[in-house]
């Protein structure tokens, strides 16, 4: 059974710093590219980072470019999200999602809510 948990969310001022985690079970992890997707009310999920298998390759939206950074651990099955300069429309509900072959298959985790004060 695939799961995906997602941690590390919270409240902090504009400027400050948070590391996301995701922990990942079911599937083997070091094949698979992983990203990580944001939520804010009223508004349609959107991507925001994604890494391949192998952490070779990186991809950000570009309103996070320069401030977030996406890394992997494959020996611990888990995949990060190091934010900083968080700026209040980086508020959000934060997901991990995995895709999974044959499939298409999507996975989600369950959200983390980040919420950045002014």
């Known amino acids: 059974q695939v799961q995906l948990v997602e941690s590390g969310g919270g409240l902090v001022h504009s400027g400050g710093s948070l590391r996301l985690s995701c922990a990942a079970s079911?599937?083997?992890?070091?094949?698979?590219?992983m990203s990580w997707y944001r939520q804010a009310p009223g508004k349609e999920r959107e991507l925001v980072a994604g890494?391949?298998?192998?952490?070779?390759?990186?991809t950000y939206a570009d309103s996070v470019k320069g401030r977030f950074t996406i890394s992997r651990d494959n020996a611990k099955n888990t995949v990060y999200l190091q934010m900083n300069s968080l700026q209040p429309e980086d508020t959000a509900v934060y997901y991990c999602?995995?895709?999974?072959?044959?499939?298409?298959?999507?996975?989600w985790g369950q959200g983390t809510q980040v919420t950045v004060s002014s």
């Open positions: 999602k995995a895709v999974l072959f044959p499939g298409p298959r999507h996975y």
């Open positions: 079911g599937f083997i992890f070091r094949t698979n590219g």
């Open positions: 890494i391949s298998a192998t952490g070779g390759t990186t």
